[in-house]
């Protein structure tokens, strides 16, 4: 059903007469719930930054007011998705998302981390505002205090949100991002092990952070530079066989030469003392 309230709100969207970006605020001054939720938020931005670093058309904010409506900045009823992505916009630099600025557009993906004092809000009027006047694609909401709180809505045309259906891994499917999100569990910035939202490829490979794609490649080239050290000991190896080889062929064939020098000097021995006893060999 939806909100009235909501409704209204949409309505007042008036990009004809704008405040300025300059009189919006962009920071209520209020701390995270914690320490977890403050990394959680700077993984998902980086993990999601390095799974779309090929496109040059996504923005990527966390933490940063949405402001969608004349009256709602007017009484700074503002409140910021921990995480949004947008898809098909330049990605400048931004203070928050300010609809009028953006042509009109919203968030294409929200993600909000659970807290004790946010879990009714998310859970409840900031998922119709997101639903009813956001019309965002995808909807992700995660505890980072609780693995298995991972949970998703799609929007339908016609219909509103749609619980995602989770994989048999508990992940839930993007076709927008092409990604999966899912629950990966670890240390990071040196907080767990503990349970983390991370996004994964198609064919479910863990999106690096860029730390970790940086150590990976570290690793593969200490790797690639192990198995060139080992072709190259290998080839001078074969190259030791091979001199050997021929140094043993070399005596060989010395070793025959003089064979066949020790056989012609016995044969003319033999001949010479044939002569001496007046035996002649006859030819043929």
């Known amino acids: 059903m939806v909100n009235p309230a909501l409704a209204a709100m949409a309505n007042l969207v008036a990009p004809d007469v704008p ?43 966390g933490n940063m007011f949405v402001y969608f409506s004349r009256e709602q900045a007017i009484k700074r009823d503002v409140r910021g998705p921990d995480v949004l992505m947008v898809l098909g916009v330049p990605p400048r630099e931004r203070q928050g998302w300010v609809v009028w600025e953006e042509g009109g557009r919203y968030p294409d993906v929200i993600v909000e981390l659970l807290s004790p004092s946010t879990a009714a809000m998310d859970r409840g009027a900031k998922k119709d505002l997101y639903e009813q006047v956001f019309r965002t694609p995808y909807y992700i909401i995660f505890d980072p205090f609780a693995p298995e709180s991972l949970a998703g809505w799609r929007l339908q045309p016609g219909v509103g949100y749609q619980p995602i259906v989770p994989n048999e891994r508990g992940w839930l499917w993007c076709d927008l991002l092409g990604l999966w999100f899912g629950v990966w569990e670890g240390v990071i910035d040196r907080e767990g092990p503990c349970a983390w939202l991370r996004l994964y490829t198609p064919q479910g490979e863990l999106v690096p952070l860029p730390e970790e794609a940086a150590q990976q490649q570290a690793e593969q080239a200490q790797r690639l530079a192990q198995q060139a050290q080992q072709l190259a000991e290998q080839e001078r190896q074969r190259a030791e066989q091979a001199q050997q080889q021929a140094e043993q062929e070399r005596q060989r064939a010395e070793q025959a030469q003089r064979l066949a020098e020790q056989e012609r000097q016995r044969a003319e021995r033999l001949a010479a003392k044939l002569r001496e006893l007046g035996v002649t060999l006859e030819e043929g």
């Open 19 to 61: 405040l300025p970006p300059d009189d919006l605020v962009f920071d209520d001054g209020e701390p995270l719930e914690s320490n977890r939720h403050r990394i959680a938020i700077n993984v998902l931005i980086r993990s999601a930054q390095q799974a779309l670093s090929s496109r040059a058309d996504v923005f990527i904010g």
